[in-house]
Each structure stands twice: as C-alpha cells, then as structure tokens.
C-alpha cells in the first residue's frame, strides 16, 4: 500500500484508519465505550453506530467525571479558508447532538489567523468573510444559543492570548517541527500558530477557576494539534484536553478526503441543486467498464464515492444500505440508479441545510463573542 500522511494541512495517499490509531497512539472508540455513551445519552448518533467516529483520547475519563456530575464542555472549530463543505459538517453534527443529549456548552473558534498565514492568496479580510460565512452553517445545524459561543480568532484574542502564551512557552521550535513537518521556510506566524488552537480548551477551567473536562470532536485531521495540547497541559495546572476522531468524509473523485482545495469533487453547502447533481452524476464508482460487465461481475462498493456517501450519513435505514451493497455486488444495480438516489437524498438535505442557513443570518449574533 502507498505510504499515507495525515496533518492538519495536507491529507494525502489512501488513509489506513487503523494504522493512524498505532502512528497516532490514540485509542479505538471499542463496542464497550459504545455501550456507555449509549447509556449516557439514551442512544447512538449515526456516525458513532457506523464507526465514522472511531477513535479518541480520554473519552472514558469525560464519562467519568460526567457520572461524577462533573459536566463537559465541548470545543470544535473551522478553519474558514472558503466555503462549507458536507465534510465539515461531520464533527459539527456530533458535536451538536453531544450538546443536547449531554447538556453541554460549545466554544466553536473560527480560525482566520490560521488561513491567513496558512493560504498565500487570502487576505485577512477574505479569512474574516469566509468565517462569517462559515458561522452560519454552525448555526443552522441547531446549536442552542445560550450554550454556544462561536468566535473569530482576530476577534477574540484577548480572551485566548494569555493561555495561548502559556502553550508557546513550553512548546519548542524541533516539538513543533517534529509534529507538524515544518521547514526553514515555515513563515513564523504558522508556528505559533497551534497555541492559539490550544486555547480554547483552557478556557473553560480558567474562567470557572477550576478543573472544566473538556472534549473535542474532530476528524483525525487535528489530533496533533491537541497532542502539543495535551503535553502542555499539565505542566500549566489543566486538565488535558479529551477528543473524538472521526474518518474523512471521501472525495468524489475516490480519495480519502472531501478537500475544498478540489471544488468539483466536494459538495459545499453552498452549491446550486443544479450543481450538486452535476458533481454527483460526474463521481468516481465502483463500477464496471459497460453495462454488461457490470451485470455479469458486479461492482465494488469498497472502492466507490457514492457508496460510501451513503454509508456515512445518507442512507440513515441500516437494512436499505445492506441491501444496496448486496444487489451492487450481484450486478442488479447500475451507477446511474445508485447516483440518482443520492442526488436525491443529497439535495433534500441542502434544501433544507440552505433555508436553516439563510434564517441563520438574522440570529447570528446571538452567538458570536468578541473581546
Ligand atoms: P478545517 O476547517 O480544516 O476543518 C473543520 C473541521 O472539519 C474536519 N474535517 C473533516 N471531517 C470529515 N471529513 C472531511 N473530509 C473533513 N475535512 C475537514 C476537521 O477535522 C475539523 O474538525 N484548524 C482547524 C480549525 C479548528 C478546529 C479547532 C478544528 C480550530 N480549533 C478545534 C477542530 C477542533 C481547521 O482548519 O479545520
């Protein structure tokens, strides 16, 4: 197999998900973890029943401190270099549904400092309008307004500079070299970049003035981030950080991750119906050469776009799905049929993602903080 890499910057070569946890040395989400969150919450998210969510650090440790009465305060983010893509919108969506089934307050921080310096062609205006944008998507997925606050980092920095300090002082220039691959030519900014990510999840504890666990759901992506995090920690009298990993929702030309860096091959909650279907019906399968191969040797749902569109988020029905895997693998079913169906399912939710959104406009404020 060709060697993957996995930073928060670049994804690249087929991810082998099981490999990560060992590279990574974080934790399977495992049938027994599954169990109690199950009990916790009254049931299952979707994304942890499929495994999408699969991996964690510390996750048995914030269900202790919650069975204590010792609530959690979740921390997700973006990194607001252009539109949302339905990727994003994983993390976001168990993210919400840990709010309400665990009552827990959300700090969401938008990183326009980050793809600034991280994206040559970006303006600091550019970042700031791209996380306005951003912010809407967060709130048409249903977040409480009274338990969530979503901040641009430019816009909140008083509030984090302090901790952010705190984790650049015990961060070295070969930790951060080593973890994220930066060279000589790194610009300066990109390297103290990762504190400003890792202040967040101080917060909570310093304005309560006493230990707030916090959780961090997010694709697999950001982990090292929080290792700095997490190493830091201790030595500043917090508790470290815990995190839920999620897989990468695939591109539709068959790669591993949805990237806003490939428009045509990522669906962004942004896009026309009329554009949507297109990048659908134009997406990489499993399928055979002709009509004919395909009856006579079926296709391969491991290896297709579609497919795995459904078994992420939309088929929610888990006999339709297996179904649909049986007859595609016995040759009944053509490309065409299957890309049909999840145009269909496809647009009913941006439908109505996009009227959530446009509503969002008008509420905005109630959720954003500034300093
Ligand atoms: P960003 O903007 O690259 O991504 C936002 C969130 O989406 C996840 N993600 C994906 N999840 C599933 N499938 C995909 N194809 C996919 N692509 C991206 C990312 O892991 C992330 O959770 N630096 C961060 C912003 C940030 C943040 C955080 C993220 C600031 N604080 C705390 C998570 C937790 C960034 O650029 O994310």
Not at 296 to 319: H, K, T
Not at 345 to 368: G, K, P, T
């Amino acid at each position: 197999m060709r060697e993957f890499q996995v930073t928060p910057w670049e994804v690249s070569g087929e991810v082998d998900y099981e490999r990560l946890i060992e590279r990574f040395g974080t934790s399977e989400i495992d049938e027994p973890l599954l169990r109690r969150i199950e009990r916790l919450a009254g049931g299952l998210h979707l994304l942890l029943r499929r495994r999408i969510f699969y991996s964690h650090r510390s996750l048995d440790w914030i269900l202790d401190e919650y069975e204590r009465g010792n609530r959690f305060v979740l921390y997700t983010g973006r990194g607001p270099s252009g539109h949302t893509h339905l990727g994003h919108l994983m993390p976001w969506m168990l993210t919400r549904w840990l709010q309400e089934k665990f009552e827990a307050k959300l700090l969401f921080q938008l990183t326009d400092d980050e793809k600034f310096l991280f994206k040559q062609e970006l303006s600091l205006e550019d970042t700031k309008r791209f996380a306005y944008e951003n912010a809407l998507d967060v709130v048409a997925l249903g977040f409480e307004p009274d338990k969530t606050e979503i901040f641009l980092n430019t816009e909140y920095i008083k509030s984090q500079y302090r901790l952010a300090l705190k984790v650049a002082k015990r961060t070295t220039f070969s930790t951060a070299k080593a973890v994220f691959g930066f060279g000589n030519d790194t610009n300066i900014g990109l390297i103290f970049f990762t504190c400003m990510q890792s202040a967040p999840c101080f917060l909570e504890t310093e304005r309560q003035g006493r230990a707030v666990p916090v959780l961090i759901p997010c694709a697999i992506d950001q982990d090292p981030h929080f290792r700095i995090t997490r190493d830091a920690a201790p030595h500043l009298g917090y508790p470290k950080p815990a995190l839920v990993h999620c897989k990468f929702f695939p591109s539709l030309a068959g790669g591993s991750k949805m990237s806003a860096s490939s428009p045509e091959s990522s669906i962004y909650t942004t896009d026309s119906p009329e554009e949507a279907r297109r990048k659908i019906m134009n997406a990489f399968t499993g399928g055979q050469e002709s009509v004919a191969m395909q009856r006579r040797l079926g296709g391969r749902p491991e290896v297709c776009s579609v497919y795995s569109y459904l078994s992420y988020i939309f088929e929610q029905d888990d006999a339709r799905l297996e179904e649909r895997q049986r007859a595609c693998r016995a040759g009944e079913l053509l490309c065409g049929e299957c890309k049909q169906y999840l145009a269909e399912r496809v647009l009913e939710f941006l439908e109505e993602h996009q009227r959530r959104r446009e509503r969002a406009r008008d509420r905005l404020e109630e959720f954003m903080v500034r300093d």
